[in-house]
């Protein structure tokens, strides 16, 4: 059974930082599509940025550099270090894994639970 558990979120003041990291275990493939989606109240859920089954890093053209995602392949764990981070960054973030491309907002793969990140201004 395919397990995705998100950890880090909490409360921060605006200009902070936070780490995220994501577990996945119970997967058929050691290699695997990994990545960030978050979800504000009322908003669609947004894509953040992945690593890919064979190691390339992708982001979304809204992080503008402020973060950075690395992954852990011999822990199958993937961090998010979120940084300068504003009060319009408050969302669930979500990992999600999927072995057979990659995961998508629609939401294809396997998700976690989500993480909340609280940004007060």
């Known amino acids: 059974q395919v397990q995705v558990v998100e950890s880090g979120g909490g409360s921060v003041q605006a200009g902070g930082s936070l780490r995220l990291s994501c577990a996945a275990s119970g997967l058929s493939y050691s290699r695997y599509c990994m990545g960030w989606y978050r979800q504000a109240p009322g908003k669609k859920r947004e894509f953040i940025g992945l690593v890919t089954k064979d190691g390339r890093t992708l982001y979304a053209d809204s992080i503008e550099g402020r973060w950075t995602i690395s992954k852990d392949s011999a822990k199958n764990i993937l961090y998010l270090q979120m940084s300068s981070l504003k009060p319009d960054d408050s969302a669930m973030y979500y990992c999600?894994?999927?072995?057979?491309?990659?995961?998508?907002?629609?939401?294809?793969?396997?998700w976690g639970q989500g993480t909340q990140v609280t940004v007060s201004s």
């Open positions: 999600a894994v999927r072995e057979e491309g990659c995961p998508g907002v629609a939401g294809t793969g396997y």
